[in-house]
């Protein structure tokens, strides 16, 4: 995560109780590039963190940024 804040992505995960109470996906995960990669968002919501993390982290990747392994 500290990768792409240093190439200017604020990086907001979180996690919901109640959704997890409830038992549906209670992690987001959100990517927001402004002001270095105006109009960059990625946002998800998802089981678990690992899951936030395969899913979005391509999409980084696609649109140019470097995204460690």
């Known amino acids: 995560m500290a990768s792409l804040a240093e190439q200017g992505v604020t990086i907001l995960f979180k996690a919901d109780a ?3 109470r409830d038992g549906v996906k209670p992690w987001a995960f959100i990517a927001n590039g402004a002001p270095f990669h105006e109009g960059l968002l990625v946002r998800t919501d998802a089981v ?3 899951s ?8 980084l990747h696609e ?3 470097v995204v460690p392994e």
Do not use: A, F, Y
């Open 48 to 50: 678990s963190v690992e």
């Open 18 to 20: 109640e959704q997890m």
């Open 63 to 65: 649109r140019g940024l």
């Open 52 to 59: 936030c993390l395969k899913i979005c982290l391509p999409l």
